[in-house]
């Protein structure tokens, strides 16, 4: 039986990495950290628009109240920031770590499953 347990253990680390825990969503402290890029996309009715996309080196879910608050797999956040303070910009090309309050993506202005209004953002 041990061998079978060693076994089993061994092929569940083997599998690939794994995802971290699911960010909650609406919860004001939320952390990322991935590489900082800017993209440009089309809303629905095909108007440019560009958006802040952080690539994540392994995929995180998303949990909350809402339906599309339920994002089981995600490797991108789209970011913004309401707090003008927030320079997202000079850390494009970066690698960061951002925290701030994430949300499932609902609209068509939203360029990833998760959405996330950054409060706070450092070079790694």
């Known amino acids: 039986m041990t061998r079978a347990l060693l076994i089993a253990v061994a092929l ?3 599998a690939g990495p794994a995802m971290a825990a699911c960010l909650d969503a609406n919860a004001e402290d939320a952390v990322a950290e991935g590489r900082l890029s800017r993209g440009t996309f089309q ?5 440019t628009e560009t958006a802040f996309i952080l690539s994540l080196a392994a995929p995180t879910c998303l949990t909350g109240p809402d339906e ?3 994002v089981p797999e995600a490797k991108r956040l789209h970011l913004y920031a309401s707090d003008e303070a927030v320079a997202l910009a000079r850390f494009v ?5 951002v925290s701030g309050r994430p949300f499932g993506a609902h609209t068509a ?12 953002i450092e070079a790694r």
């Open 68 to 70: 599309f608050d339920q």
């Open 93 to 97: 090309g970066k690698t960061v770590r």
């Open 12 to 14: 569940t680390l083997a």
């Open 43 to 47: 809303d629905a009715a095909g108007r």
């Open 109 to 120: 202005h939203h360029h990833a499953p998760i959405v996330m209004d950054v409060v706070r």
